[in-house]
């Protein structure tokens, strides 16, 4: 236990939006369904543009600074924090649950502690790219960007969807920075998906217990309207590229053809950049059409390399774990960019199983680069859902990582995908420009 005497206190909240800690608790952390003591060495300080949420009707878990046993916090509502871009979770928040507690919006809950007058989290920097720091961003350099562009295509619904939704309202990051003519340009294209995810952002059933964080686009763009903005972007932005597949639609393989006529006709206008999909792989003939017209990358979202537990999270209609699978392997044969967009969630991502299916993956499909995102859902709601009661031993998220760096030793792991100058040049290279 002495290590746990340098261990940030556990916080808890009044319900009315208070946060304070528990000098009689040292903070802990969640891998599955079980609380754990956390090692020094996870713990950073809450980075900027990082949130703090009260857990309305759950109590905190930690251990007794003078017992050293495990017990709840009785003081007030559980705190968990919803860590920034760029920096992966280790340990969940440990919290007991009421049987009346309401189900969790769709945001991470990384543990959180206080410790030294400041905010700490297990967490670590994955990501070295800026792209979406919150200091990057100016209110009214974002402005005055989505007055020019609007100007500029006057007749665009899909620019409009972008100002007025995506920046405006939803503040997406990626949108931002297309408004502001830099890096990563976002573009939806699918109101409808192949695929019934759990924890789907953009579209929940209305008997659900959770809301969508964002409304899905409702009409299909034209080759001509993603064209007419994405092959200036492409030419002007520094470190350009331009992606499909966003979290304010479906699935953008559904719109291949109209995507295929898109990236024809950009590469008619230009070499520059990286042209990107974000996908849930599941039709790999229209992956292989998609290459043959230009597609340089492809990020395929998964929150498993197990059939079964993907499967049981995405409830696919008419296609199978093999198919993205499959989607990767006919990039890699292009020579294109491969990523999967892995949903990290403590306790299931390091699982024994899940390791083992992860290596076969990797080994089977040549991946490039592991994105490890944050799981925005509900841990108790999820594991319910896709009926996990025991996870099996893990491993520690920064172990797995460890460990599959040493057999992989050309695996990258980040958190965005790449632009082209990372992907042809030194990956490594500093990229904070
Ligand atoms: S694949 Fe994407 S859009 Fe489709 S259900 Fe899953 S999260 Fe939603």
Redesign the pocket.
Known sequence: MSFLRKSPFVLYSDGKGNIFEDRSLYAIGRSGWDAFEVELASWIPLPEGGSLYELPDRRGIGIDVRTGEMRLCEKGWAVAAFIPPAHTGLYLAAFESKPEAETLPLFCYTAAGWFNNQFYVTALRIEQDIRQESAGYHENEIEHGVEKLLKAYPHNRLVKHLAENCCLTYHCPAARNFFIGRWECPVPSSPA?N???I?????QPSDETITSTQDRLQFKPSAEEIVEFTVPHLETAPYPIVSFGQGC???PLLMWETIRESITEMRKHTSKGSININT?GSKPDAVRKLCEAGLNSIRV?TNSARKHIYEKY?LPNNYVFEDIVESLKVVNSFGGWTSINYFVFPGMTDSEEEYEALRKLIRETGLKMIQWRNFNIDPDWYLGKIRVTDTGNAFGIANIMKELKEEFPDLKYGYFNPPIERIKGDFAADFAH
């Not at 924890?199 to 579209?203: A, N, P, R, V």
């Open positions: 998906c695929a019934n995810c924890g789907c952002i953009s579209f639609e479906g699935e849930n979202s995405y």
